[in-house]
């Protein structure tokens, strides 16, 4: 998974979330939780979406690596 298949998947699973939340406004290593005004449920919900749509496992002591579109990137694509 690329940088861009990541920008895709998190998109599509944050128009379920925050339909006001505009990705491309966001830098590669911005806090997502922040440049979207994300609170606690939206972002368990965002990784909820996003260990759905990969098919990957995400546990909760590695959400602090999907902070960024960056680390979520890195992330996914191990």
Do not use: C, Q, W
């Not at 990784?47 to 992330?75: H, N, Q």
Request: net charge negative; charged share 25%.
């Amino acid at each position: 998974m690329n940088e861009h298949d990541v920008r895709t998947l998190a998109a599509e699973v944050l128009a379920g979330i925050a339909p006001e939340a505009d990705l491309a406004t966001v830098g590669d290593t911005e806090d997502l939780r922040e440049a979207l005004d994300l609170d606690s449920m939206d972002f368990l919900n965002l990784v909820i979406g996003l260990a759905a749509k990969s098919g990957r496992a995400i546990p909760e002591a590695d959400y602090p690596k999907l902070f960024t579109l960056k680390g979520m990137a890195a992330y996914l694509a191990a």
